[in-house]
């Protein structure tokens, strides 16, 4: 990115931008010069970017992001509190809780298993699930269909065979909208692994 | 945007960012976890956008965004003083810098003149253009190709055309890489109109 042509603020303001995901240096310096054009705008991401920072934090029972401790979902009166969906990142948790199906707490991993980057069950939120477990009937372990997801799941389900907890995962298949011409063989695979008896 | 299911500072931040240009509320949500996850990207970029607000600032002369007074441009040693470009936004100046094909000195209007939005040139920096004409012998008018940019054009021709000074705008034609099969009616009409004898 050749940023010789900016005086020295707007060319820091471009390459702190450009340094977020998905912000390429074209964007940083278009959003720049948005910004430039708007001090107001720009003053209140600068705010708002403090205050996340101050005020967001991991809920020390599930790990989500929250304002409170503990956070707005294990407070929460109307849970079910014998049923914990475990993911990776707080945005699965927001997934989650946008399709209005799931009432039981959650408990965020920040993470997956991934070895080759030095991650082992000490990097992720998996002491803290094991204090939980008391009362717990059913773990739902909603981590991505990737390799380190499955890792991590078999692990999991491991950890927890012995404690008298049904261990789940979320069901592979297609997704709605999918075309089968266009599915991946692995995906079409598991979806006929996982085919159910209609309803008729 | 539904942030119903995010702690207000979060929900804030998320809707900071999407006030911003081409960024919708799910790249938003995006950035908000990756700069919870790396808080110190999120700070350098909050401390770049306050010092890029206090340090950067329209020159005096010409208008174009910069940290010193007056910028690097106009108080340039080897820019050709006889030569005003005059240009919409300061990141058309980058834009001609970056080419390495223009000695001269720019002048920033920051917009074009647009009646229906209530910008005439009262709102614009034309006023500065005319105490900086003394010894200039030829006033390029880079505006944008757009019915605005004609307009603000015409209006400074006319303005200038009883100094003695040249005023010439940037040459239409096909781009480079063009197909005129795709190119637009209006394009290929100048580009025949503008046709040049070839050096040969």
Redesign the interface.
Known sequence: M?LF??????A??I???A?????GPK?A????????HN?E??????R?????????HPCTVCGN????DP??VCAGAKRDRHLICVVE???D??AL??TGEYRGLYHVLHGVLSPIDGIGPEQLNIKNLLSRLDGINEVIVAVNPTIEGETTALYLSRLLKDLNIIVTRLARGLPMGADLEYADDITIARALEGRRAMDN
Chains 1, 2 share one sequence.
């Open positions: 050749d042509y900016y005086p020295e603020p707007l820091n303001l390459s702190s931008l340094r977020l995901p998905g912000i964007t310096a278009r959003l720049s010069f948005y910004m430039l001090p705008d720009a003053t209140n991401l600068a708002a970017v403090d205050s996340a920072l101050t005020h967001i992001y929250t304002a409170d956070c707005a990142q707080p945005r948790v927001v809780e946008r």
